[in-house]
């Protein structure tokens, strides 16, 4: 028989990283579930992944159990490491931070396909570009699916 799901919690951690101090100890606290057992899981699971800020969504149980899935790090924080820069344009619409090609936007679409509501990889491109674009980091070049 199927576990009563009691709610979802979402959290953005860096890998290998978590521990019990906030944002991680009293969103998990707050629901009862064992923080020091959520920490070691996570931390085993995103060793390869260490340092990089990783989404979570962690599903608990009314007998306190819980599941976690690990998302794809965000297309922000790819833009800016790809870009190697700390944070956006403060007027992107005036001031451009940085410039990409198509290349690395592809690489970028490619990577986060799995966690975008799109099905093509040109479709999933226009949204990481649009993301950029909104961050202020220009796109060079024309987009390799125009003719």
């Known amino acids: 028989m199927a576990k009563e799901v009691a709610g979802q919690i979402k959290l953005q951690i860096k890998g290998g990283a978590a521990n019990p101090s906030p944002p991680v ?4 606290g707050s629901k009862g579930i064992n923080i020091m057992e959520f920490c070691k899981q996570f931390n085993a699971r995103t ?22 899935v690990v998302k794809t790090p965000p297309v922000a924080i790819q833009l800016l490491e790809v870009a190697k820069q700390k944070s956006g344009s403060a007027e992107p619409n005036r001031k451009k931070i940085s410039e990409i090609t198509w290349d690395q936007v592809k690489v970028i679409a490619e990577d986060k396909m799995v966690d975008l509501n799109c099905f093509t990889v040109d479709s ?21 699916g125009s003719n």
Not at 25 to 28: D, F, H, I, S, Y
Not at 124 to 144: D, E, L, Q
């Open 47 to 68: 060793q390869e992944k260490a340092g990089k800020i990783l989404p979570v969504v962690i599903t608990y149980y009314a007998d306190k159990s819980f599941d976690f």
């Open 124 to 144: 999933a491109m226009r949204m990481v570009a649009g993301t950029a674009r909104s961050m202020g980091i220009a796109v060079k070049g024309v987009f390799p």
């Open 25 to 28: 100890g009293p969103a998990l």
